[in-house]
């Protein structure tokens, strides 16, 4: 489908006021009939389910399915903790992603991080950090063993060990059901305490 047919498609229709989440989900969940590979659905609300359904249970038939729902809650600024927490429930029910989006800026930041796979950071069975690929995010970690775990269908793990100062840029290529591994090396800069911006911007309060 090119853009004209996208629009054209937009252009014809016509909201009524109501959010149909279950039924949504139920009828996106049937366009995926005969494919095997990694699906997911990416739901953009403004607001909750007001149609009488059961949009956490329809979220847990397609994670049954391996279907993964990510949830966007856009222009909810002034919505009520409840209804947070009620579309958060349902990205949780099929193991997705619940993020929030108030602008157009926004929006599309909140589309790349829920459309790409997501991974967890294991040191023996406990979780230190998680990410998505594609992320520019920086993850410092200790030295030590890990385990990278991608939330793909079917799951795929990879190693990695860190020495003390060392760098590593681990990157994941997947081709066709397999994904290969490379690691670059490096050695982290000194850096010193008096130098409090350098720090911050290693050390950023949203990095691991």
């Not at 279950?22 to 609300?45: E, H, M, P, T």
């Not at 990695?160 to 290529?173: F, H, N």
């Amino acid at each position: 489908m090119n853009r004209d047919d996208i629009r054209g498609a937009i252009a014809g229709l016509k909201p009524t006021g109501q959010t149909p989440i279950a039924y949504a989900l139920n009828q996106a969940g049937r366009d995926f009939n005969g494919l095997d590979s990694d699906r997911a659905i990416v739901l953009v609300s403004d607001g909750i389910e007001s149609c009488g359904g059961d949009p956490v249970q329809a979220a847990r038939t397609l994670r049954e399915q391996g279907i993964i729902v990510h949830l966007i809650g856009f222009g909810m600024g002034n919505a009520k903790d409840e209804d947070t927490a009620s579309l958060r429930a349902v990205a949780n029910a099929s193991g997705g992603r619940y993020v929030t989006a108030s602008s157009a800026e926004e929006l599309q930041a909140a589309l790349a991080q829920t459309v790409a796979t997501a991974f967890s950071v294991y040191q023996g069975d406990t979780k230190v950090a998680t990410g998505s690929l594609g992320s520019a995010e920086t993850m410092v970690l200790p030295e030590g063993d890990y385990r990278v775990r991608l939330d793909s269908s079917p799951p795929v793990e990879t190693t990695v060990s860190l020495a003390p100062r060392e760098q590593v840029m681990l990157t994941l290529e997947k081709h066709g059901a397999d994904v290969a591994s490379r690691e670059k090396r490096g050695t982290l800069p000194y850096l010193s305490c008096d130098d409090p911006e350098q720090l911050d911007r290693l050390l950023g309060a949203d990095q691991y």
